[in-house]
């Protein structure tokens, strides 16, 4: 499996630490660098990666960090073999844009159709979107209209947001997952 714009690696470290094996995809020098020393195969560049060799790729909250997105789905779904499958999570709604976007050198935002048109145009079928955090979105709403303009967010907040306001917004999502959530997701697969 595939990290495809693997930062730290924190999701690859979790996946490694249940035995599975992980290639990491970093364009930053410095971060890919730090993955090689962690033990990753670490590519700066898709192209490193061979076409139709990929079973699965993961990306989160990264697609939205580039520019021609349709450009990096078509090359994704170039490295799937047939059968292959790919997550993406990015976050959702336009509407939820604020100076966090801006800070973090967003592009853009997704709504769920959008991102199933995108996967769709890159030749991927798609099994299953929803979005996910359902209190979030209602969070990110109240950070849009009294967030501060830096986009700084108070870390003992995220603290007790994660603790206390995630596992009651994962219940949530079962009801409103087919309608909104701060963030969103698709699983997509190439024919075989």
Sequence with gaps: MVDFGAGIGTFSKLLRDRHMTVICVEPDPFLANTLTHDGFVTFLDLEAISDG???FFFSLNVIEHIEDDEAT???LSRKLR???RLLIYVPAFSCLWTSLDVKVKHFRRYRRRELEELVHLS???VCRSRY???LGFVAALLFKLGGNKEGDL???LINLYDRYVIPMSKLLDHIFGRLFGKNV???CEKAS
């Design 53 to 55: 060799s990929v079973e």
């Design 132 to 134: 996910v955090d359902a």
């Design 154 to 156: 108070n870390p003992k």
């Design 123 to 125: 030749g991927l079928i």
């Design 73 to 75: 789905l078509r090359v």
């Design 185 to 187: 997701y698709v699983i």
């Design 82 to 84: 047939g059968g292959g």
